[in-house]
C-alpha cells in the first residue's frame, strides 16, 4: 500500500515532470503494482496538471477520460508541445533509440583481446503479418508471447517453447557439445514485438520492424547474433564464450556490461548506448571501449564516429510498452509512431511543422495515440486499414 513508501508525491512528482532517476523508477515500478495506487496515481495526475499551469484541450480531455483516460495537453514552453498521456501504466527501466539494441549483463573481466567477428548478413524482414520464427530448414512457425505449444527444431533437435509472459524459451545447452550451430531467425514486423530466452539463458526483448538471427544452440567459443531494428537484451554471464552482436556497420562485443545498440539508420546513424560496465564497439575500422551513460553515434556518410553522455537509463521504455519521444520533430514522431502501431502516415497536413515534441505512447489501439496528437494540432485523420492520412 501507499503507506509502506516514503515521500511519495515528491515520487510522482518527479515522474511526471521527467526528473526521476534510475532508483525512482525502480521504486515507482514496485509502488504502482501494488493494489489501490494506480487509482491514486491517476488522481494526482490530475492535480498535478492543474497546478503545473499546463493547459488542457477540454475537447480532447472530455473524450480521453470518457474511452480511454488520457490526458492531451500542449505546453507554450519553446515551442513544444507535450502530449501527456496515461504515462507510467507500465513501469520500467528507461530505454529507446530509432535503431537498439540493449544488454544487460553484471560486470565481469574478460579478455580484451581482438575477437574475430562474423560478417554482418542482412535479415529479410520477409513481409511477416506476425511475429515469424524461421527454422533451419525454412519452415516458418508463427509464434506469440501469450498461448502455449511446442516446437521442435528438428535439424539442431532442439526443442523450443512458447510461454505466455515469456515468449519462446529454448531448452539450456550447457551441457551439451555443439559441433555446428544450426540458425533460427525471428521476426518482428511494424506493430509487434517479443521476446526469447536463448538457450544460453540471455533473455531478448524485440521491439517492431526488428530481427535477430542467433543459433538455436551456441558453439564453445564464443557467441554470435546478428539483430536488425530495436533490441534489449539480458545476457548471461559465461567468461568463456564472449556475447558479440553483429550489425550493418557496427559491432559490440560485451566485456561485462549493459548496452543499447541502435541501427534502425534514422538520420543516417548508428548507435550504441552503454548503462554499466563495458563494451567496445566497432565501426568504420575503428574501435573505441565506451563507458557507462556514454553514447557511441557512428555516421554512415562521413563513416565517423562520435559519443556523448546521456542518462542511458532513459533509453529502454519500449520493452516494457512505452515510446517515449523527447524534443523530435513532428515528421520524426511520425515516423516512431508508424514503427510502433504498424501502419503508414500520410501527412497532408500543415500544422505542428516548425513544434518539438515530447510524449509517452502505449502499446495499443493506434487512434488513442491518433486523437491525442491531432487534439493538440487541432488536426484531422482518417484511417483505411493501415494507412493512416493527416489533415488540417
Not at 477540454?58 to 502530449?83: H, I, P
Not at 531467425?185 to 521476446?195: D, L, W, Y
Request: hydrophobic residues 40%; contains cysteine.
Amino acid at each position: 500500500m501507499r503507506e509502506t513508501f516514503e515521500n511519495i508525491d515528491e515520487l510522482l512528482t518527479r515522474i511526471l515532470d521527467d526528473s526521476a532517476d534510475r532508483e525512482d523508477v525502480r521504486v515507482f515500478g514496485e509502488w504502482i503494482r501494488l493494489e489501490g495506487n494506480k487509482t491514486y496515481f491517476e488522481e494526482f495526475k490530475k492535480i498535478w496538471n492543474l497546478s503545473s499551469g499546463i493547459q488542457c484541450d477540454d475537447r480532447a480531455v472530455e473524450a480521453g477520460w470518457q474511452d480511454y483516460k488520457r490526458f492531451m495537453v500542449s505546453s507554450r514552453k519553446k515551442k513544444t508541445s507535450f502530449l501527456l498521456r496515461d504515462m507510467w501504466k507500465y513501469a520500467a527501466a528507461i530505454v529507446i533509440l530509432a535503431v537498439s539494441v540493449f544488454w544487460f549483463l553484471k560486470p565481469e573481466q574478460t579478455d580484451e583481446g581482438e575477437v574475430s567477428v562474423a560478417e554482418y548478413v542482412d535479415i529479410p524482414m520477409k513481409n511477416a503479418t506476425g511475429v515469424t520464427l524461421f527454422l533451419a530448414d525454412g519452415k516458418a512457425v508463427e509464434v506469440s508471447d501469450t498461448g502455449e505449444k511446442v516446437i521442435h527444431e528438428k535439424k539442431g533437435e532442439v526443442q523450443i517453447r512458447q510461454e505466455a509472459g515469456k515468449g519462446l524459451v529454448y531448452e539450456s545447452s550447457d551441457k551439451q557439445v555443439v559441433e555446428e550451430e544450426v540458425m533460427n531467425e525471428v521476426v518482428v514486423p511494424g506493430g509487434e514485438r517479443m521476446s526469447i530466452v536463448l538457450s544460453d539463458g540471455t533473455k531478448v526483448w524485440l521491439n517492431s520492424e526488428s530481427a535477430i538471427r542467433y543459433p538455436a544452440r551456441f558453439g564453445n567459443e564464443r557467441r554470435v547474433v546478428t539483430v536488425k531494428g530495436n533490441v534489449y537484451f539480458e545476457v548471461e554471464k559465461d567468461a568463456k564464450r564472449p556475447f558479440i552482436v553483429v550489425m550493418k556497420d557496427m559491432v559490440t562485443e560485451v566485456l561485462g556490461t549493459s548496452f543499447e545498440v541502435n541501427t534502425y539508420g534514422d538520420h543516417d546513424r548508428v548507435f550504441m548506448t552503454l548503462v554499466e560496465g563495458s563494451v567496445r564497439v566497432r565501426a568504420g575500422g575503428n574501435s573505441v571501449i565506451a563507458r557507462p551513460d556514454e553514447r557511441i553515434t557512428f555516421d554512415l556518410m562521413s563513416k565517423k564516429m562520435n559519443s556523448e553522455a546521456v542518462d542511458a537509463s532513459r533509453e529502454i521504455v519500449w520493452k516494457d510498452g512505452l515510446l517515449v519521444v523527447r524534443n523530435e520533430p513532428f515528421s520524426d514522431v511520425m515516423r516512431k509512431l508508424e514503427r510502433w502501431f504498424g501502419v503508414s502516415i500520410k501527412d497532408q497536413s500543415t500544422r505542428g511543422k516548425d513544434l518539438l515534441f515530447s510524449g509517452v505512447f502505449e502499446r495499443g489501439n493506434v487512434v488513442m495515440a491518433l486523437e491525442t496528437v491531432c487534439a493538440n494540432l487541432n488536426m484531422n485523420y482518417m484511417i483505411d486499414g493501415k494507412q493512416v492520412v493527416l489533415k488540417d
